[in-house]
Nanobody, 119 residues
Framework: VQLQASGGGLVQAGVSLRLSCAAS????????MNWHRQAPGKQRELVAV???????NYADAVKGRFTISRDNAKNTVYLQMNSLKPEDTAVYYC??????????????WGQGTQVTVSS
C-alpha cells in the first residue's frame, strides 16, 4: 500500500491550494485519514482528520480556512486550504489507517508535499 500526496507549491499569502493524497495497493477499506504538517525546526502536528463516515476535526490554527474531505471510491483524501498564511508553510503529510484485510489495519504515511506561502 502506498500514499501519494500532491498539490503543494509556492504561493502568495491569501490564495488557495488543494492537496490530494491517493492510496493505492491491496486495500480492503480505509479508516481515518489525516493531514499533518511539519514546519522547519518544529515538530510534526496534526492539521485535520476525517473519519470513514466523514466526521471532521481541525487544529485551531486552520479552523475556518482548511477543509478536509475524502472520496472513498477513489481512496483519496483532500485538503482545501484557503486564505493561506506564511505560518502555513510546511511539508504536509497524509496519513491513513488502512485495512489490508477484514481484521488487519496498518498505518501508512505519504511522502510529503511542500507548501510555501510568501508574504
Amino acid at each position: 500500500v502506498q500514499l501519494q500526496a500532491s498539490g503543494g507549491g509556492l504561493v502568495q499569502a491569501g490564495v488557495s491550494l488543494r492537496l490530494s493524497c491517493a492510496a493505492s495497493g491491496s486495500i480492503f477499506s480505509i479508516n481515518t485519514m489525516n493531514w499533518h504538517r511539519q514546519a522547519p525546526g518544529k515538530q510534526r502536528e496534526l492539521v485535520a482528520v476525517i473519519s470513514s463516515g466523514g466526521i471532521t476535526n481541525y487544529a485551531d490554527a486552520v479552523k475556518g480556512r482548511f477543509t478536509i474531505s475524502r472520496d472513498n471510491a477513489k481512496n483519496t483524501v483532500y485538503l482545501q486550504m484557503n486564505s493561506l498564511k506564511p505560518e502555513d508553510t510546511a511539508v504536509y503529510y497524509c496519513h491513513a489507517g488502512i485495512f489490508i484485510d477484514l481484521t488487519t489495519v496498518r498505518v501508512y504515511w505519504g511522502q510529503g508535499t511542500q507548501v510555501t506561502v510568501s508574504s
